[in-house]
Each structure stands twice: as C-alpha cells, then as structure tokens.
C-alpha cells in the first residue's frame, strides 16, 4: 500500500487546512488508519487516529476540538481537517495504515506510512 499526503503549506496563527491521505489500494478500508506529526528536533506524536468504518475517532490533548479526522472508504482517502491551527502545529504530517481495523495512537502499530507534508503556522 502507498500513501500520498497532501494539502499542507505556509498558514497564519488562526487559519484552516485541510489534509488528504489517498492510498494507492481501496483495501485501506478494512484497516484503522492515523496522523502523525514530527517537528524538528523532536520525536514523531500521534496526532489523531480513525478506525476502520470511521466509528471510532482519536485525537492528542493538544489538538483536540481543533482537528477533526474523517476517511472516505469509497475512495480509500483520508483527511484532517485543521482549525485554529497555532505555532505550535509546525510539522510534517504523516498519515499511516493501522496493522488491523483498530485506530492505534502508537506509532508501532501502524505498518504503512505517507511520505509526509510539511504544515507550517506562523504567528
């Protein structure tokens, strides 16, 4: 499975974007799939995370009530939608395949990963 992940660019402190994830193979749909985020110098979190029918939503402390993670499983797509966005959300973001239908918030249960697009939030 390939992921792509896009929508991200150079935003002001306040404003939206919007994040896709598409896969190459609509066989995503039976598995939970999440983002990350890794910014410089740090370790990659866990951003939000989607189970497999798109049920059962996660999301970190520190995003939460700000973005809001959906999938398209006709399209094998999933997205973030991004509000408020801070400073502090500067970051490559990564979207990732769960190894089951379950959403994970571990970076380790996640077997495929995207490639990444860069988010940055200027104050």
């Known amino acids: 499975v390939q992921l792509q992940a896009s929508g991200g660019g150079l935003v002001q402190a306040g404003d939206s974007l919007s994040l896709s994830c598409a896969a190459s193979?609509?066989?995503?749909?039976?598995?939970?799939m999440g983002w990350f985020r890794q910014a410089p110098g740090k370790e990659r979190e866990f951003v939000a995370a989607?189970?497999?029918?798109?049920?059962?939503?996660y999301y970190a402390d520190s995003v939460k009530g700000r973005f809001t993670i959906s999938r398209d499983n006709d399209r094998g797509t999933m997205y973030l939608q991004m509000n408020s966005l801070k400073p502090e959300d500067t970051a490559v973001y990564y979207c990732a395949v769960s190894r089951n239908s379950v959403a994970y918030t571990l970076p380790s249960a996640y077997l495929y990963w995207g490639q990444g697009t860069l988010v940055t939030v200027s104050s």
């Open positions: 193979d609509r066989t995503v749909r039976r598995y939970g």
């Open positions: 989607v189970s497999r029918s798109g049920d059962f939503t």
